[in-house]
């Protein structure tokens, strides 16, 4: 069983804030990601990181940052958060080595008033 | 760049077999999976076949690989309303390196 959290899981906040959100994993995987995906709607990557102090664009352009100071979290932060930031967003990771199958946390749904 | 492609509706029948087909166009590829989302919740990853490989059965799960044709089909066996839910063909080891490509994902309506 894949252990990756995701928190906030709803976060409903007004326009301009700073906001982060937050994944971490325990099964030691070098490799983590962060999709965004509209509700039922395909899968957008927008960050990824080959380990600690990697960090990647996507293949959609992010107004979003992100950081990898520890292996185990690769928190996601929106300066000043807008409506069009208003989705769904997905954290993964892959384990060492060779490519395999990806781990998904539960997600966080982001609403921007 | 690199794609994969799937049918976007699928409707069956409680007790019937389900079929999800899937193309994709990258013949490096090396793991080709596939993934259930149910409302709200993040992709959990259902089975996945390796490329030397033309089938892979899991309980009411068949997965057929066609290498050739650089097709994937699900086939659930004895589809249960619970089994209602977007299916996610995707891929990896190919061209793209350890990044994983998404199809759009296949919308299954099980009917009562």
Same mark, same amino acid.
């Given at each position: /069983?894949?252990?990756?959290?995701? +928190?906030?899981?709803?976060?409903?906040?007004?326009?301009?804030?700073?906001? +982060?959100? /937050?994944? *971490?994993?325990?099964?030691?995987?070098?490799?983590?990601?962060?999709?965004?995906?509209?509700?039922?709607?395909?899968?957008?990557?927008?960050?990824?990181?080959?380990?600690?102090? $990697? +960090? /990647?664009?996507?293949?959609?352009?992010?107004? $979003?940052?992100? $950081?990898?100071?520890?292996?185990?979290?690769?928190?996601?932060?929106? /300066? *000043?958060? #807008?409506?069009?930031?208003? $989705?769904?967003?997905?954290?993964?990771? *892959?384990? #060492?080595?060779?490519?395999?199958?990806?781990?998904?946390?539960?997600?966080?749904?982001?609403?921007?008033? | 760049?690199?794609?994969?492609?799937?049918?976007?509706?699928?409707?069956?029948?409680?007790?019937?077999?389900?079929? %999800?087909?899937?193309? =994709? !166009?990258?013949?490096?590829? !090396?793991?080709?999976?596939? =993934?259930?989302?149910?409302?709200?919740?993040?992709?959990?990853?259902? !089975? =996945? %076949?390796?490329?030397?490989?033309?089938?892979?059965?899991?309980?009411?799960?068949?997965?057929?690989?066609?290498?050739?044709?650089?097709?994937?089909?699900?086939?659930?066996?004895?589809?249960?309303?619970?089994?209602?839910?977007? =299916?996610?063909?995707?891929?990896?080891?190919?061209?793209?390196?350890?990044? !994983? %490509?998404?199809?759009?994902?296949?919308?299954?309506?099980?009917?009562?």
């Amino acid at each position: /069983e894949a252990d990756i959290y995701q +928190t906030p899981r709803y976060l409903v906040i007004g326009t301009g804030k700073k906001i +982060t959100l /937050e994944c *971490s994993q325990t099964m030691g995987h070098d490799k983590m990601y962060w999709y965004q995906q509209d509700p039922g709607m395909e899968l957008h990557l927008i960050h990824y990181s080959y380990g600690v102090n $990697s +960090t /990647e664009k996507g293949d959609l352009s992010s107004e $979003s940052t992100v $950081s990898r100071i520890r292996t185990e979290h690769f928190p996601l932060t929106l /300066e *000043s958060a #807008r409506p069009s930031h208003t $989705s769904q967003y997905l954290c993964a990771s *892959s384990a #060492r080595g060779a490519v395999g199958p990806q781990h998904f946390g539960d997600g966080t749904r982001l609403s921007i008033l | 760049g690199e794609d994969v492609e799937q049918s976007l509706f699928l409707s069956v029948r409680e007790g019937d077999s389900s079929v %999800i087909n899937c193309t =994709y !166009t990258d013949s490096s590829s !090396t793991y080709l999976y596939w =993934y259930k989302q149910e409302p709200g919740a993040g992709l959990q990853l259902l !089975t =996945y %076949i390796f490329s030397n490989m033309d089938m892979k059965q899991d309980q009411r799960l068949t997965v057929l690989l066609n290498k050739k044709d650089k097709h994937l089909s699900l086939r659930i066996a004895d589809t249960q309303t619970g089994d209602s839910a977007i =299916y996610f063909c995707a891929e990896s080891g190919g061209t793209g390196g350890f990044k !994983t %490509i998404f199809g759009a994902g296949t919308r299954l309506f099980v009917k009562a």
